[in-house]
């Protein structure tokens, strides 16, 4: 048996929004159904291999996969979307055969403060961000080099931006939003560095205006207008249009629980 994409749609439905699991036939190569997951859902985490279970998988890295299991797993790799964990890989059957598995689990991730246009005080944007996203990894990228990278780029760059890189490394905010792992710099002629994107095409960058990174302001070039500027940092920006469905570059629309695909190397 070959998997292709529309059959995974099709397996997925039948599983349904909750915590349940299925077997795939005997004759499917384990490999395919982690393949295209992969594909879709960026780099997994691995839950169990050749039979141990990590110590370190809890609630919030997709243990409730494993729940359907017991102790008959036998490898499991798992992503999560929105508010679901997708797993796959193999798990001994009832009658202690090694078979090619799909699993579905509700991923929950405690709702933050909502990141409310007229909030004051002193907030750490980038650790709101890692809670609305659920975000329990290691950092990703905590050997950057960013003496290196400015000296190129010719100018320093913000501390939260260099922040949110070393944390998530490469990859994408509900899939959606392309975090860069250096700026761009097409724009400078326009005198804009670009820090993400989005694949509708919109750009997200800064003006750097004036002597300290940390005080440009981020502007979103649209597809199709013209440009925007918020006085805000990049951290902000991203923590704002993932839940605040009154921004108008908002992504809440689309989903209720947040998260970051990796597209990293794969454990």
Known sequence: MELTQAAVNDLLARLGPGGSRMYLPGDLDPKEPAGLLADRYGTPHTLVLDGFADPTVDDSRGAALLVPFEDRAVT?????????????????????????????????????????????????????????????????????????????????????????????????????????????????????????????EDLYCWKPDGGDPDRWPVVVRPFDGEDVAFDCRAAEFVCRILVDPHHPFTMARYFDTHWFMNYGRRD
């Open 76 to 200: 499991i790799r798992a992503w999560a979307y929105g508010d679901q964990w997708v797993g796959t890989g193999t798990a001994r059957d009832t009658e202690g055969t090694e078979r090619a598995v799909l699993a579905i689990a509700r991923r929950e991730v405690p709702e933050p403060p909502d990141a409310a246009p007229d909030e004051g005080g002193d907030v750490d944007w980038l650790e709101r961000l890692g809670r609305i996203t659920g975000w329990t990894l290691p950092d990703q990228r905590p050997d950057m080099d960013w003496a290196e990278t400015e000296s190129r780029l010719g100018t320093a760059l913000p501390s939260d931006y260099k922040r949110m890189v070393e944390t998530f490394g490469e990859g994408a905010f509900d899939g959606f939003l392309d975090l860069n792992q250096e700026p761009w710099t097409d724009l400078r002629e326009d005198r804009l560095l670009v820090w993400a994107g989005t694949e509708h």
